[in-house]
């Protein structure tokens, strides 16, 4: 593992791991191997998502653990990276010790699908961050104009998302305020007037034509009013209805979540802008002249195309032969077929956004550890942690989980996405890398197969209900972490990650 930037002769950073051979192909069979269940398990959760209740919210950060506010301050570099939509730019950070100078912090970060220049510009934009920090006085009279100037340095490079959550905060609130006029409460009537807050203001900033300073001049408005709303009774009401238990294809009802959502994503921007703070009063040394690094995202897969059957029953029967095993299975995806079970499934091979991509955290991972090698002592303080700007994904823990490693990784929310996969192996790496990722392969399918057969039995199979009256039905309460996402996209299961945070005051 190298602890320099490769560059080339003008000085154009490269990834750590470069390399100009193609990855070792994967065959046929054991590409569709390994993606027929997840496409499955995607399928059967689909297929009953709408009783799916919302996820937990992230635990809150105790602020007198060092530890986790470090974890909070790498999660919170990694948010500040993730500057656009869809999930391309998600993005995962680990601190490490230099190699040659341990007393010095070494910055290493992967992005879930980004282009090497890309990646360029994101290293450069996080060691400006990172000297704009170390450059930041201590004293607490001097705080305001600190943030402000991280803020909007960290503004200026996630405008294309940022820009984004402007426009809709604007076109949610009217939709809330005319829920508000519908019913004409008391409580509607102090929400009404703050929302009424944000339609005034001018628009212009928002657009992503529009000027540089009129979009930073819009986004210090915007944080300024919801900052000054988080703290009022309107706020809390509109938090409130926010949390409530949503009502699928009720507006009145499903407006406010969307609402607050977006709130809480621009808010996010601040609270980052804090830890990052916090933690070089923490630790001063992890800004104090840092390498900054960053890994190659994986290649463009080739998409799984498959000749046999594609139907739930035909999958299954490839994923086991017990017969019980079988039997409950099949009468399970009989009682599902009234939602298109095997429609879904054939969808989830064909749509177009199936584009596997190893995700940040395990590309992380996969380059600094192999499987089962413990190493703590590579890290900052000795904490084996890889950050992530978004909660942490069900095959990435599984990952997680069965590397072995004991390196931790954020909460995961327990989305699903069926367009993962492991990093890929390179010739040069040898045939104990090419063994070591089919190893990996394997105990992440295995997992997933457990996945299956778990949501299975405690669903269809009376003989193995725990606490449910229902049998063979498709009504089915999915675990609260449970939901499925094709992309790593903005939505609503993500609002319960931003409840989690704390709120500093210095």
């Not at 010739?427 to 197969?449: C, F, N, S, T, Y």
Request: glycine residues 4%; proline residues 6%; hydrophobic residues 35%.
């Amino acid at each position: 593992m190298s602890q320099t930037m490769t560059t080339t002769s003008l000085s154009v950073p490269l990834p750590l791991d470069m390399t100009t051979e193609d990855p070792v192909p994967s065959t046929s069979r054991a590409t569709h191997k390994f993606y027929e269940p997840i496409i499955l398990y995607e399928a059967l959760i689909d297929a009953v998502k709408h009783t799916a209740k919302p996820p937990a919210p992230e635990p809150n950060i105790n602020i007198e653990d060092p530890k986790q506010v470090f974890c909070a301050f790498v999660n919170k570099l990694s948010h500040v990276c993730d500057k656009e939509r869809g999930g391309n730019t998600v993005t995962s950070f680990v601190v490490l010790k230099d190699q040659h100078n341990p007393a010095r912090a070494h910055f290493v970060f992967a992005a879930n699908r980004q282009t090497v220049s890309e990646l360029g510009v994101t290293a450069a934009y996080v060691k400006s961050l990172l000297q704009k920090i170390n450059m930041a006085p201590d004293e607490e009279v001097n705080q305001h104009n600190v943030r402000s100037s991280l803020l909007y340095h960290i503004l200026r490079f996630n405008r294309p998302r940022v820009s984004f959550y402007l426009r809709n905060l604007r076109s949610q609130a009217a939709t809330c305020l005319e829920s508000c006029q519908l019913t004409d409460t008391e409580e509607d009537d102090l929400i009404a007037e703050e929302l009424n807050k944000i339609l005034v203001c001018p628009s212009i900033g928002s657009n992503e034509n529009d000027l540089p300073v009129d979009y930073l001049r819009q986004s210090e408005t915007m944080i300024q009013l919801l900052v000054r709303m988080e703290k009022t009774p309107a706020g809390a009401a509109i938090k409130t209805r926010a949390m409530e238990e949503r009502m699928p294809g009720v507006t009145s009802m499903e407006c406010w979540p969307k609402l607050f959502h977006t709130m809480s994503r621009i808010l996010a921007y601040l609270q980052s802008v804090k830890f990052l703070l916090r933690a070089k009063r923490e630790w001063p040394s992890l800004f104090q002249d840092p390498a900054v690094d960053f890994l190659s995202s994986s290649r463009q897969m080739v998409k799984p195309a498959r000749q046999k059957s594609q139907r739930a029953d035909e999958i299954i029967g490839r994923m086991t032969r017990k017969a019980k095993n079988i039997e409950i299975f099949r009468r399970f995806v009989e009682a599902l077929q009234m939602f298109d079970l095997d429609a879904r499934i054939q969808h989830g091979f064909r749509k177009d956004s199936f584009k596997p991509v190893a995700h940040a955290e395990v590309i992380v991972l996969n380059w600094l550890l192999k499987p089962g090698e413990v190493a703590p002592d590579k890290f900052f303080n000795d904490w084996a942690y890889i950050g992530s700007g978004k909660p942490t994904c069900k095959l990435c823990v599984h990952y997680f989980r069965e590397h072995r490693s004991n390196v931790e990784h954020r909460r995961s929310h327990g989305n699903f996405y069926p367009s993962w996969r492991i990093p890929d192996v390179f010739p040069h790496q040898g045939q104990k890398a090419i063994e070591q990722k089919q190893l990996m392969v394997d105990r992440v399918l295995e997992q997933v197969r457990k996945d299956t057969f778990d949501l299975v039995r405690k669903k269809a199979s009376p003989s193995m209900k725990e606490a449910d009256s229902n049998t063979l039905t498709a009504r089915m309460t999915l675990n609260e972490y449970w939901s499925v996402r094709g992309s790593q996209d903005d939505d609503f299961d993500d609002i319960a990650s931003r409840l989690g945070g704390v709120s500093l005051n210095s």
